[in-house]
């Protein structure tokens, strides 16, 4: 897992538009580096979405739940394309049809490993079909679970600490799939929008 902190990832503007490009490792280094990414959500015909909680070696966020996969497109490459490779790493599943909801810029510092999230996130929808095989990478993944997406929008209320910070802003897209995409996470002074993940609510999805 960790040789893709050395992976090449799109540096965009604040309309999406690429300006360059940089590896994940100085992408996530303090301030950060706003970039490409996705956040897949698998929902089964219960209208269940599968979690994940990221495994205790990833370098942001360690064992908080997060959505079903997420990740970063090479410079070039389509985020479906990159969503369904990294299903497949990191679920054993897939190819999954997958559709865009949306997309939403956030910022966030992890408390725990120093590293920064600042991206541009492709929230990307997939239907799992009944008796799809999953085989998680223990890499990657520590556990998955299946929740209703409501109870999960009041538990990220409750108990915010114990998400990923984007699994806010992606569950609204998910609940809210035709609303007005978020603008980039910036105050008026310039720097990123958002305190350390210790100091502030954790809800910083869907600004």
Known sequence: MTSRES???E???DAGRAVG???VSVAHQPPGQLHRAFSVVLVDPDGRVLL???AAAKTRFPLRWANSCCGHPTPGQSPVDAANRRLREELGAGPVELTELGV???YAE???TGRVEFEYDHVLRGDLRPGSPLRPDPDEVAELRW???AELAADLDTDPRAYAPWLGGVVNRLLNPDGQLAGPAVNPSGL???LPADDAPERPGGR
Do not use: F
């Open 52 to 54: 994940q909680r990221r």
């Open 147 to 149: 929740v209703d997406p």
């Open 11 to 13: 540096l965009v503007d």
């Open 21 to 23: 490009e940089t590896t």
């Open 104 to 106: 939403y810029v956030y």
């Open 110 to 112: 992890d408390p725990v």
């Open 192 to 194: 990123p929008a958002g």
């Open 7 to 9: 992976h090449l990832v």
